[in-house]
Protein backbone atom coordinates (compact mmCIF):
# COMPACT_ATOMS: atom_id res chain seq x y z
CA UNK A 1 0.00 0.00 0.00
CA UNK A 2 1.23 3.46 -0.71
CA UNK A 3 2.26 5.62 1.80
CA UNK A 4 0.48 8.38 0.17
CA UNK A 5 -2.90 7.47 -0.04
CA UNK A 6 -5.43 9.01 1.64
CA UNK A 7 -7.44 7.59 4.26
CA UNK A 8 -10.44 7.06 1.81
CA UNK A 9 -8.24 5.52 -0.63
CA UNK A 10 -7.43 2.33 1.79
CA UNK A 11 -11.08 2.02 2.42
CA UNK A 12 -12.25 1.70 -1.33
CA UNK A 13 -13.47 -1.62 -2.66
CA UNK A 14 -13.19 -0.41 -6.32
CA UNK A 15 -16.05 -1.96 -8.41
CA UNK A 16 -14.78 -4.66 -11.12
CA UNK A 17 -15.79 -4.38 -14.66
CA UNK A 18 -15.77 -7.31 -17.30
CA UNK A 19 -12.60 -7.98 -19.11
CA UNK A 20 -12.03 -6.38 -22.22
CA UNK A 21 -9.09 -8.77 -22.90
CA UNK A 22 -7.92 -8.79 -26.80
CA UNK A 23 -7.87 -12.07 -28.48
CA UNK A 24 -8.60 -12.90 -31.53
CA UNK A 25 -11.79 -14.72 -32.51
CA UNK A 26 -13.51 -14.27 -29.43
CA UNK A 27 -17.04 -14.91 -28.18
CA UNK A 28 -17.34 -12.05 -26.37
CA UNK A 29 -20.77 -12.17 -24.11
CA UNK A 30 -19.63 -10.70 -20.66
CA UNK A 31 -20.46 -7.03 -20.66
CA UNK A 32 -23.83 -6.63 -22.13
CA UNK A 33 -22.95 -4.83 -25.23
CA UNK A 34 -25.09 -4.34 -28.15
CA UNK A 35 -23.58 -7.18 -30.94
CA UNK A 36 -24.71 -4.62 -33.97
CA UNK A 37 -23.12 -1.68 -34.65
CA UNK A 38 -25.02 1.59 -33.88
CA UNK A 39 -27.64 3.70 -36.18
CA UNK A 40 -26.08 4.29 -39.65
CA UNK A 41 -27.13 8.27 -38.64
CA UNK A 42 -25.03 8.12 -36.12
CA UNK A 43 -21.58 7.05 -38.31
CA UNK A 44 -22.62 9.94 -41.03
CA UNK A 45 -22.79 11.86 -38.58
CA UNK A 46 -19.22 11.47 -37.16
CA UNK A 47 -18.10 10.78 -40.57
CA UNK A 48 -19.51 14.06 -41.65
CA UNK A 49 -17.87 16.30 -38.32
CA UNK A 50 -14.36 14.38 -38.98
CA UNK A 51 -14.38 15.14 -42.73
CA UNK A 52 -14.96 18.80 -42.37
CA UNK A 53 -11.04 18.83 -41.73
CA UNK A 54 -12.08 18.35 -37.53
CA UNK A 55 -11.61 22.09 -36.85
CA UNK A 56 -14.12 22.08 -33.98
CA UNK A 57 -12.67 19.72 -31.87
CA UNK A 58 -10.21 22.39 -31.29
CA UNK A 59 -12.94 24.10 -29.52
CA UNK A 60 -14.64 23.16 -26.07
CA UNK A 61 -18.37 21.36 -26.56
CA UNK A 62 -21.62 22.95 -25.16
CA UNK A 63 -21.22 21.86 -21.40
CA UNK A 64 -24.68 21.62 -20.98
CA UNK A 65 -25.26 19.11 -23.72
CA UNK A 66 -28.20 21.01 -24.62
CA UNK A 67 -28.99 19.63 -28.11
CA UNK A 68 -28.80 15.96 -26.33
CA UNK A 69 -31.23 17.02 -23.44
CA UNK A 70 -33.76 18.52 -26.23
CA UNK A 71 -33.48 15.10 -28.06
CA UNK A 72 -33.92 12.89 -25.13
CA UNK A 73 -36.89 15.03 -23.50
CA UNK A 74 -38.62 15.19 -26.85
CA UNK A 75 -39.99 11.64 -27.00
CA UNK A 76 -41.50 12.28 -23.35
CA UNK A 77 -42.90 16.11 -23.78
CA UNK A 78 -40.30 17.19 -21.42
CA UNK A 79 -38.53 20.21 -21.15
CA UNK A 80 -34.60 20.40 -21.30
CA UNK A 81 -34.55 21.29 -18.03
CA UNK A 82 -35.96 18.06 -16.85
CA UNK A 83 -32.82 15.49 -18.37
CA UNK A 84 -29.41 15.75 -17.36
CA UNK A 85 -26.55 14.20 -19.64
CA UNK A 86 -23.13 12.80 -18.33
CA UNK A 87 -20.25 10.73 -19.40
CA UNK A 88 -21.82 7.23 -19.15
CA UNK A 89 -24.68 6.18 -16.94
CA UNK A 90 -21.90 5.46 -13.83
CA UNK A 91 -20.99 9.14 -13.78
CA UNK A 92 -24.98 9.87 -13.84
CA UNK A 93 -25.15 7.36 -11.16
CA UNK A 94 -21.90 8.80 -9.16
CA UNK A 95 -23.67 12.10 -9.19
CA UNK A 96 -26.75 11.14 -8.35
CA UNK A 97 -25.38 9.73 -5.34
CA UNK A 98 -23.56 13.21 -4.36
CA UNK A 99 -26.48 15.04 -4.80
CA UNK A 100 -29.30 13.04 -4.05
CA UNK A 101 -28.45 10.01 -2.07
CA UNK A 102 -26.52 11.08 0.93
CA UNK A 103 -29.24 11.53 3.86
CA UNK A 104 -27.42 10.21 6.75
CA UNK A 105 -30.48 12.17 8.84
CA UNK A 106 -33.01 10.21 7.38
CA UNK A 107 -31.43 6.77 7.99
CA UNK A 108 -28.76 4.24 5.48
CA UNK A 109 -29.80 4.31 1.50
CA UNK A 110 -30.86 1.39 0.60
CA UNK A 111 -30.59 -0.86 -2.52
CA UNK A 112 -31.12 -5.17 -3.13
CA UNK A 113 -28.17 -7.40 -1.97
CA UNK A 114 -28.46 -8.74 -5.53
CA UNK A 115 -27.92 -5.25 -7.96
CA UNK A 116 -25.93 -3.74 -9.65
CA UNK A 117 -22.68 -4.38 -7.66
CA UNK A 118 -21.08 -0.38 -8.32
CA UNK A 119 -23.76 1.18 -6.00
CA UNK A 120 -21.36 -0.04 -2.85
CA UNK A 121 -18.17 1.00 -4.25
CA UNK A 122 -20.06 4.73 -4.84
CA UNK A 123 -21.12 4.85 -1.06
CA UNK A 124 -17.63 3.88 0.09
CA UNK A 125 -16.29 6.71 -1.87
CA UNK A 126 -18.50 9.53 -1.07
CA UNK A 127 -18.91 8.26 2.92
CA UNK A 128 -23.06 7.21 2.34
CA UNK A 129 -24.25 4.68 5.37
CA UNK A 130 -26.22 1.88 3.01
CA UNK A 131 -27.43 -1.25 3.67
CA UNK A 132 -29.27 -3.85 1.77
CA UNK A 133 -32.26 -5.78 1.32
CA UNK A 134 -33.57 -9.87 0.07
CA UNK A 135 -34.69 -9.87 -3.47
CA UNK A 136 -37.48 -12.75 -2.45
CA UNK A 137 -37.36 -16.34 -3.70
CA UNK A 138 -37.98 -15.50 -7.44
CA UNK A 139 -35.16 -12.99 -7.06
CA UNK A 140 -37.54 -9.90 -7.21
CA UNK A 141 -37.66 -6.97 -5.65
CA UNK A 142 -39.92 -6.79 -2.97
CA UNK A 143 -40.86 -2.98 -2.64
CA UNK A 144 -43.91 -3.21 -0.34
CA UNK A 145 -41.53 -4.72 2.27
CA UNK A 146 -38.79 -2.55 2.64
CA UNK A 147 -38.84 0.14 6.11
CA UNK A 148 -40.60 3.04 6.18
CA UNK A 149 -37.80 5.20 6.99
CA UNK A 150 -34.29 5.49 4.86
CA UNK A 151 -32.08 7.83 3.38
CA UNK A 152 -32.78 6.96 0.05
CA UNK A 153 -33.39 3.84 -2.34
CA UNK A 154 -31.91 3.08 -5.86
CA UNK A 155 -32.32 0.26 -7.50
CA UNK A 156 -32.00 -1.18 -11.16
CA UNK A 157 -35.14 -2.06 -13.67
CA UNK A 158 -34.97 -4.68 -15.25
CA UNK A 159 -32.82 -5.66 -12.26
CA UNK A 160 -29.00 -6.57 -12.67
CA UNK A 161 -27.81 -8.74 -12.89
CA UNK A 162 -31.30 -11.23 -13.12
CA UNK A 163 -32.65 -9.23 -16.14
CA UNK A 164 -36.40 -9.35 -13.80
CA UNK A 165 -38.19 -6.59 -14.03
CA UNK A 166 -40.68 -4.93 -12.21
CA UNK A 167 -44.16 -3.32 -13.67
CA UNK A 168 -44.51 0.56 -13.55
CA UNK A 169 -48.16 0.38 -11.88
CA UNK A 170 -45.97 -1.17 -9.00
CA UNK A 171 -43.46 1.12 -8.79
CA UNK A 172 -46.19 4.11 -9.04
CA UNK A 173 -48.16 2.39 -6.01
CA UNK A 174 -44.60 2.26 -4.46
CA UNK A 175 -43.70 5.94 -4.92
CA UNK A 176 -47.56 7.44 -4.23
CA UNK A 177 -46.67 5.66 -0.92
CA UNK A 178 -43.62 7.03 -0.17
CA UNK A 179 -43.95 11.08 -1.05
CA UNK A 180 -40.83 12.09 1.09
CA UNK A 181 -38.25 9.37 -0.21
CA UNK A 182 -36.01 10.04 -2.88
CA UNK A 183 -35.59 7.04 -5.35
CA UNK A 184 -33.68 6.48 -8.31
CA UNK A 185 -34.53 3.84 -10.48
CA UNK A 186 -31.20 2.76 -13.19
CA UNK A 187 -33.17 2.09 -16.13
CA UNK A 188 -29.61 1.10 -18.39
CA UNK A 189 -31.74 -2.19 -19.89
CA UNK A 190 -35.24 -0.50 -19.85
CA UNK A 191 -35.62 -0.53 -23.69
CA UNK A 192 -35.55 -4.62 -24.30
CA UNK A 193 -38.97 -4.64 -22.79
CA UNK A 194 -39.47 -3.26 -19.11
CA UNK A 195 -41.46 -0.43 -18.40
CA UNK A 196 -39.86 3.01 -18.16
CA UNK A 197 -40.69 5.13 -15.83
CA UNK A 198 -39.76 8.34 -16.94
CA UNK A 199 -43.49 9.32 -17.71
CA UNK A 200 -43.73 9.63 -13.51
CA UNK A 201 -40.99 12.45 -12.92
CA UNK A 202 -43.91 14.39 -13.02
CA UNK A 203 -46.09 13.26 -10.83
CA UNK A 204 -43.90 11.82 -8.72
CA UNK A 205 -41.08 14.96 -7.85
CA UNK A 206 -39.01 12.36 -5.82
CA UNK A 207 -37.96 10.29 -8.52
CA UNK A 208 -34.98 9.79 -10.86
CA UNK A 209 -34.40 7.98 -13.81
CA UNK A 210 -31.43 7.27 -15.18
CA UNK A 211 -30.67 5.61 -18.63
CA UNK A 212 -27.80 4.61 -20.76
CA UNK A 213 -26.98 4.90 -24.59
CA UNK A 214 -24.22 1.87 -24.07
CA UNK A 215 -26.77 -0.94 -24.27
CA UNK A 216 -30.04 -0.40 -26.92
CA UNK A 217 -28.25 2.23 -28.63
CA UNK A 218 -25.07 0.41 -29.32
CA UNK A 219 -22.67 3.45 -27.97
CA UNK A 220 -20.84 2.01 -24.93
CA UNK A 221 -17.65 2.86 -26.76
CA UNK A 222 -18.61 6.48 -26.40
CA UNK A 223 -20.08 6.86 -23.05
CA UNK A 224 -23.22 8.52 -22.57
CA UNK A 225 -25.98 8.39 -19.83
CA UNK A 226 -29.06 10.36 -19.12
CA UNK A 227 -30.88 11.37 -15.98
CA UNK A 228 -34.74 12.40 -15.92
CA UNK A 229 -36.54 13.99 -13.08
CA UNK A 230 -37.91 17.27 -11.94
CA UNK A 231 -36.22 20.90 -12.58
CA UNK A 232 -34.74 20.90 -9.00
CA UNK A 233 -33.77 17.19 -9.35
CA UNK A 234 -31.71 18.21 -12.42
CA UNK A 235 -30.18 21.18 -11.31
CA UNK A 236 -28.48 19.22 -8.10
CA UNK A 237 -27.05 16.93 -10.74
CA UNK A 238 -25.50 20.38 -12.70
CA UNK A 239 -24.60 21.62 -9.75
CA UNK A 240 -22.56 18.90 -8.77
CA UNK A 241 -21.21 18.03 -12.22
CA UNK A 242 -20.26 21.75 -12.80
CA UNK A 243 -18.27 21.19 -9.21
CA UNK A 244 -16.47 18.28 -10.56
CA UNK A 245 -15.73 18.69 -15.02
CA UNK A 246 -18.15 21.17 -16.71
CA UNK A 247 -16.98 19.21 -20.07
CA UNK A 248 -18.09 15.34 -19.47
CA UNK A 249 -19.43 14.92 -23.13
CA UNK A 250 -16.88 15.58 -26.04
CA UNK A 251 -18.54 16.87 -29.13
CA UNK A 252 -18.35 13.57 -31.14
CA UNK A 253 -20.51 12.31 -28.15
CA UNK A 254 -22.73 14.82 -28.26
CA UNK A 255 -23.34 14.27 -32.17
CA UNK A 256 -24.02 10.48 -31.84
CA UNK A 257 -26.10 10.93 -29.11
CA UNK A 258 -28.73 13.07 -30.43
CA UNK A 259 -28.76 11.17 -33.80
CA UNK A 260 -28.98 7.71 -31.95
CA UNK A 261 -32.34 9.25 -29.74
CA UNK A 262 -33.73 10.46 -32.94
CA UNK A 263 -33.21 7.13 -35.08
CA UNK A 264 -36.49 5.19 -33.40
CA UNK A 265 -36.83 3.12 -36.74
CA UNK A 266 -33.10 1.67 -35.88
CA UNK A 267 -33.97 1.39 -32.29
CA UNK A 268 -37.16 -0.84 -32.55
CA UNK A 269 -35.46 -2.47 -34.84
CA UNK A 270 -32.58 -3.45 -33.46
CA UNK A 271 -34.61 -4.50 -29.89
CA UNK A 272 -36.95 -6.44 -31.78
CA UNK A 273 -33.70 -8.48 -33.38
CA UNK A 274 -32.34 -9.24 -29.74
CA UNK A 275 -35.18 -9.71 -28.12
CA UNK A 276 -36.34 -12.41 -30.31
CA UNK A 277 -31.88 -14.08 -29.85
CA UNK A 278 -32.90 -13.70 -25.87
CA UNK A 279 -35.66 -15.98 -26.46
CA UNK A 280 -34.05 -18.12 -28.80
CA UNK A 281 -30.98 -18.29 -26.72
CA UNK A 282 -33.54 -18.41 -23.24
CA UNK A 283 -35.03 -22.20 -24.90
CA UNK A 284 -31.85 -22.97 -26.11
CA UNK A 285 -30.69 -23.16 -22.45
CA UNK A 286 -33.47 -24.74 -20.90
CA UNK A 287 -33.11 -27.61 -23.62
CA UNK A 288 -29.91 -28.09 -22.30
CA UNK A 289 -31.05 -28.50 -18.57
CA UNK A 290 -30.69 -24.69 -17.56
CA UNK A 291 -32.90 -22.82 -15.20
CA UNK A 292 -33.33 -19.19 -16.65
CA UNK A 293 -34.47 -16.56 -14.99
CA UNK A 294 -37.49 -14.40 -16.78
CA UNK A 295 -35.51 -11.26 -18.41
CA UNK A 296 -36.27 -8.02 -19.91
CA UNK A 297 -32.40 -7.22 -20.49
CA UNK A 298 -30.42 -7.90 -23.23
CA UNK A 299 -28.66 -10.65 -21.03
CA UNK A 300 -30.05 -13.63 -19.78
CA UNK A 301 -29.06 -15.40 -15.84
CA UNK A 302 -28.84 -19.16 -15.93
CA UNK A 303 -27.77 -22.12 -14.02
CA UNK A 304 -27.58 -25.75 -14.33
CA UNK A 305 -28.42 -27.81 -11.43
CA UNK A 306 -25.24 -30.33 -11.67
CA UNK A 307 -22.55 -28.03 -12.61
CA UNK A 308 -20.71 -25.32 -10.41
CA UNK A 309 -21.11 -21.53 -12.07
CA UNK A 310 -17.04 -21.30 -11.85
CA UNK A 311 -16.65 -24.43 -13.55
CA UNK A 312 -18.59 -23.51 -16.45
CA UNK A 313 -17.16 -19.70 -16.72
CA UNK A 314 -13.57 -21.20 -17.08
CA UNK A 315 -14.37 -24.59 -19.57
CA UNK A 316 -16.11 -21.75 -21.75
CA UNK A 317 -12.56 -19.38 -21.49
CA UNK A 318 -11.28 -22.48 -22.25
CA UNK A 319 -13.28 -22.23 -25.92
CA UNK A 320 -12.83 -18.86 -26.12
CA UNK A 321 -16.33 -17.67 -24.74
CA UNK A 322 -16.73 -15.06 -22.56
CA UNK A 323 -19.43 -15.15 -19.85
CA UNK A 324 -19.73 -13.67 -16.53
CA UNK A 325 -20.09 -15.53 -12.80
CA UNK A 326 -20.61 -13.52 -9.79
CA UNK A 327 -19.17 -14.90 -7.00
CA UNK A 328 -22.14 -14.30 -4.53
CA UNK A 329 -24.18 -15.89 -1.90
CA UNK A 330 -27.30 -17.39 -3.59
CA UNK A 331 -26.09 -16.37 -7.16
CA UNK A 332 -22.46 -18.04 -7.32
CA UNK A 333 -23.68 -20.86 -9.64
CA UNK A 334 -25.70 -18.48 -12.60
CA UNK A 335 -24.33 -17.10 -15.53
CA UNK A 336 -24.81 -13.74 -17.28
CA UNK A 337 -24.63 -14.38 -20.80
CA UNK A 338 -25.18 -11.25 -22.86
CA UNK A 339 -27.28 -11.60 -25.86
CA UNK A 340 -24.50 -11.79 -29.05
CA UNK A 341 -25.75 -12.28 -32.59
CA UNK A 342 -27.42 -15.44 -33.77
CA UNK A 343 -23.67 -16.63 -34.74
CA UNK A 344 -22.24 -15.99 -31.51
CA UNK A 345 -25.65 -17.31 -29.58
CA UNK A 346 -24.93 -20.55 -31.66
CA UNK A 347 -21.47 -20.89 -30.82
CA UNK A 348 -22.08 -20.62 -26.98
CA UNK A 349 -24.97 -23.38 -27.20
CA UNK A 350 -22.84 -25.82 -29.00
CA UNK A 351 -19.94 -25.05 -26.77
CA UNK A 352 -22.18 -26.12 -23.54
CA UNK A 353 -23.28 -29.22 -25.56
CA UNK A 354 -19.63 -29.95 -25.88
CA UNK A 355 -18.94 -29.74 -22.09
CA UNK A 356 -21.94 -30.74 -20.50
CA UNK A 357 -21.70 -34.28 -22.38
CA UNK A 358 -17.70 -34.28 -21.35
CA UNK A 359 -17.97 -36.94 -18.28
CA UNK A 360 -16.74 -35.23 -15.13
CA UNK A 361 -13.53 -36.33 -13.66
Known amino acids: MSMFWSSVVHRLSPYVPGEQPRVHDLVKLNTNENPYPPSPHVLAALRAELASDGASLRLYPDPASLAVRQAAAAPWGLSDEEVFVGNGSDEVLAFAFQALLNHPDQGPLLFPDISYSFYPSYCRLYGIAFETFAVDAQFE ?46 EAYVDFGADSCVGLIRECPNLLITQSLSKSRALAGLRLGLAFGSAPLIAALI ?74 LEKLREKKILVRQFNRP ?23 KEILERPRA
Open 141 to 186: IALETLPAHMGGLIFPNPNAPTGIALSRDRIYRFLRDRPQLMVVID
Open 330 to 352: RIADYLRISVGTPAQCQTLIKAM
Open 239 to 312: RVKDSFNSYPVDRLAGLAAVEALRDTRWLSENIAQVVHDRQWLSQALEDLGFSVLPSKANFVFARHPEHAGAAL
